[in-house]
C-alpha cells in the first residue's frame, strides 16, 4: 500500500530561523514527489515536483530535495509569511492515476 | 484566469438528504479528482477521472458518486450522507498522463457538514 508520512507534525520557528521538514514514503512504481503549501480555508497550491533521487527545485526561500526513499523541504531565513501547512504527496499507479498525501506539517514563523 | 471552482463552498445538511457538491475547471484538463480532507489524514482520493465518461476509485469512494459527462465539469454526489461524510472537499485537475510536471490545480473547497 502506497504510504507518505510527515515531520514534524507542527514547527514553530522565529524569523530567520532555517529548519527541514521532511516526506518518507513507500511507493510501487513512483511517477513523482509534489509539494504543495496550503493556507487555512485555502486549496493546495503547488510548490514543486521531483521525480529523480537526486533531483533539487528551488523556490525563493524554500528548497526541495530527493532521495529513494525520502524528501526535505528546507526553509532558509523564513518569514511571517511561509507559515502554512505544507503537504506532501506522491504520483503513482500505471497512469499516474493516483495520488497519495501526507497529513502535512504545520509551520508557523513567529517575528 | 485559470481556475477551478467549487459550489457550494460551505453545505449544512441532514442524515440522508442527497447533495451534489459541483466542480468546474476552465483549462481543458482531461484529468480531475475528488479528495477530502481531515484534521491528521491528510488529504484523501475519493474518485478520479482520466477523461470524459472514465471515472474510477480513489482510496475512499464509499457513500460517493461521481460523473464526468462534460470535460470541464466533474459533480460528486452524496446519495444519502452520513456524519462520517463531514469533511472538507477539495476538487483538482491537471493534464493527463504520467508526466510528473504536469501541475494539479486544486479548488476552494467545499466544507460539508452532515447532522
Known amino acids: 500500500e502506497d504510504q507518505v508520512t510527515q515531520s514534524p507534525e507542527a514547527l514553530r520557528l522565529q524569523e530567520g530561523e532555517s529548519s527541514s521538514l521532511n516526506c518518507s514514503y513507500t511507493v510501487s512504481g513512483l511517477r513523482g514527489l509534489f509539494w504543495y503549501r496550503q493556507d487555512p480555508g485555502k486549496g493546495p497550491e503547488f510548490l514543486f515536483t521531483l521525480y529523480s533521487a537526486g533531483e533539487e527545485k528551488e523556490k525563493e526561500r524554500l528548497k526541495a530535495t530527493l532521495t529513494k526513499k525520502e524528501s526535505f523541504l528546507h526553509i532558509t531565513a523564513p518569514k511571517p509569511e511561509d507559515s502554512a501547512t505544507y503537504l506532501c504527496?506522491?504520483?503513482?499507479?500505471?497512469?499516474?492515476?493516483?495520488?497519495?498525501f501526507g497529513p502535512g506539517t504545520r509551520l508557523s514563523v513567529l517575528p | 484566469e485559470a481556475q477551478v471552482t467549487q459550489n457550494p463552498r460551505y453545505l449544512i445538511t441532514v442524515t440522508g438528504k442527497k447533495l451534489t457538491v459541483t466542480c468546474s475547471q476552465n483549462m481543458n484538463h482531461e484529468y480531475m479528482s475528488w479528495y477530502r480532507q481531515d484534521p491528521g489524514l491528510g488529504l484523501r482520493q475519493i474518485y478520479y477521472?482520466?477523461?470524459?465518461?472514465?471515472?474510477d476509485k480513489g482510496d475512499v469512494p464509499e457513500g460517493y458518486k461521481v460523473s464526468r459527462k462534460e470535460k470541464r465539469n466533474f459533480p460528486l454526489i452524496l446519495e444519502s450522507p452520513s456524519p462520517n461524510q463531514t469533511s472538507l472537499y477539495f476538487c483538482?485537475?491537471?493534464?493527463?498522463?504520467?508526466?510528473?510536471?504536469?501541475?494539479?490545480?486544486f479548488g476552494p473547497g467545499t466544507r460539508l457538514t452532515v447532522t
Open positions: 483538482a485537475s491537471r493534464l493527463r498522463g504520467v508526466v510528473s510536471s504536469y501541475e494539479q490545480y
Open positions: 504527496a506522491v504520483q503513482a499507479g500505471n497512469y499516474g492515476q493516483n495520488f497519495v
Open positions: 477521472s482520466m477523461n470524459v465518461e472514465v471515472t
